[in-house]
């Protein structure tokens, strides 16, 4: 158990609609990390949290947002669903975000966009 | 063209035996390069952290090795185990910027 938690497990929606994942980081992690993987992309980077402040941005959607509460936990926020957003969301946590932190993933939610 | 490749993209080793994976890039500049370990279904966990200056980091039977001039990186695996089956990727981090991840090499350690 890492210690991330990931909620939920797994969420079955329709195209078009909207859907909110959740990130808990380990106690005393300020840095929030998520992650998509798809079957034919692989792991990609979606946006890092450093306390609150947006830090990184990889390639997330313009329909995907993110933000990091005063508690540190995070929101993945996904709308306008459509087929090929299917796929597991990680969400990982480290102590500062900063370069050469070992950063530590959640289970992960499984989106399955029918 | 992928900044990471990986190689092979699949491998099925017997219990005991010692394999060596494969990850070639063209990400510039990074500040670290990692291995992931991935059962299916579940998050990756970290195996090495090796910074661009580094040329070699252990962790138990995991040794991995960067070359910098070349641009490549390995992971060596010692006695395998049948926990060892896995897929295993190679990620660059570009100071915290940006994370390019592999594509994996899916592991499998026979009895």
């Known amino acids: 158990d890492s210690g991330v938690t990931q909620t939920p497990k797994h969420l079955i929606t329709a195209t078009g609609q909207r859907v909110t994942l959740r990130c808990s980081p380990r106690?005393?992690?300020?840095?929030v990390y998520w992650y998509q993987q798809s079957l034919d992309q692989g792991l990609q980077f979606l946006i890092q949290y450093y306390n609150g402040e947006e830090r990184a941005k990889g390639n997330i959607l313009e329909r995907f947002s993110a933000q990091q509460f005063p508690d540190l936990h995070s929101e993945l926020n996904l709308s306008s669903l459509e087929l090929g957003d299917s796929a597991l969301y990680f969400c990982a946590s480290s102590v500062q975000g900063g370069v050469n932190t070992e950063a530590f993933f959640g289970q992960g939610t499984r989106l399955t966009v029918v | 063209k992928n900044q990471v490749e990986q190689s092979p993209q699949s491998l099925i080793i017997l219990e005991g035996k010692n394999c060596t994976l494969q990850?070639?890039?063209?990400?510039?500049?990074?500040?670290?390069l990692r291995w992931y370990k991935q059962d299916t279904g579940r998050g990756p966990v970290s195996l090495t952290i090796?910074?661009?200056?580094?040329n070699t980091k252990s962790n138990g039977r995991y040794t991995a090795t960067l070359d910098a001039d070349t641009k490549q990186s390995s992971l060596h695996i010692t006695a395998s185990q049948l926990s060892d089956s896995a897929s295993y990727i190679c990620v660059l981090d570009n100071y915290g910027q940006n994370f390019v991840f592999g594509p994996g090499t899916r592991l499998s350690v026979l009895p």
């Open positions: 990850c070639n890039y063209t990400v510039s500049p990074f500040s670290n």
């Open positions: 106690s005393g992690d300020l840095s």
């Open positions: 090796m910074t661009f200056s580094e």
